[in-house]
């Protein structure tokens, strides 16, 4: 695909790109990388053009020792917002999110310190996590007398059950190690989150771009349907990947025994 995206310059993003995979950094690490309206926004305009550019995938990390805490609580509470003017806030979140999950494009985070409330949500929206040591996980609204708002009753709901996040944001529990691993909240743990979730980006990368096209959004959109509809779309999708020319040649190279086999390490 040829770019014909400009990368845009943000002030709560850092991005940079190397062989066709961008790097996203939160870039507020004074504030733990919490979340305002103005980080939202940058999100929305990076995620709207990068599936347009020939990104093959994408690293989301962030600087400091926190991927994000959350919500910018100190901007919600000076806003004094109205529940209107909130709920505006919210369709950003999901937009920014939903474009995120459904662009097409990998993401894989990679996760340290706090993914707390919001950051969760924006965590969850990835295709693929990755933690390390000090990675903590949390859903503290109940004790701030909030609720998730950015996508957690649909994504963190998903991965872990309903009972496990009404607990997390009933008692503030916190997940971290192994069990954040054994629950779904991530699929990796590992000394350097950032350098792994770099090697699997660049491991996604290679696959023909329609077949990551597919994985990263017709399956979510398959999660939405009706078990009936989502095996005709699953059958329409299939004819549509299985048959591109990047299929058959790598299937000619499966054919010839000189195509990757599948083993273990």
Not at 5 to 21: A, G, H, K, R, T
Not at 81 to 101: G, L, Y
Not at 190 to 202: C, G, H, I, P, Y
């Amino acid at each position: 695909m040829a770019n014909t995206f400009e990368m845009p310059e943000f002030s709560n993003l850092q991005v940079s790109v190397e062989d066709s995979i961008a790097t996203v950094r939160l870039n507020r690490p004074e504030k733990r990388n919490a979340i305002d309206a103005e980080t939202v926004e940058q999100l929305i305009r990076l995620f709207n053009g990068l599936p347009r550019s020939g990104i093959r995938a994408v690293v989301l990390c962030a600087a400091g020792a926190h991927f994000s805490a959350g919500l910018d609580l100190v901007e919600h509470h000076r806003q004094d917002r109205s529940a209107a003017d909130f709920m505006f806030i919210c369709m950003r979140w999901h937009e920014a999110f939903n474009k995120m999950e459904y662009g097409g494009i990998p993401v894989i985070a990679a996760l340290k310190g706090a993914v707390v409330g919001g950051g969760l949500e924006l965590a969850s929206s990835a295709h693929i996590r990755v933690s390390d040591a000090t990675t903590y996980f949390a859903l503290p609204e109940g004790q701030r007398g909030l609720f998730t708002g950015g996508g957690a009753t649909i994504r963190v709901a998903d991965l872990v059950g309903k009972a496990r996040m009404i607990d997390m944001m009933l008692t503030g529990r916190i997940y971290k190690g192994r069990e954040a691993v054994d629950i779904g909240l991530c699929q990796y743990l590992v000394e350097d989150s950032e350098a792994k979730a770099m090697e699997l980006a660049r491991i996604a990368a290679k696959n023909p771009p329609l077949s990551n096209f597919a994985i990263c959004s017709a399956i979510a959109h398959m999660q939405n349907m009706s078990a009936f509809d989502a095996s005709y779309a699953e059958a329409v999708v299939a004819g549509i990947v299985n048959t591109q020319p990047a299929s058959r040649t790598l299937l000619q190279a499966f054919a010839n025994k000189t195509g990757a086999k599948v083993k273990p390490a």
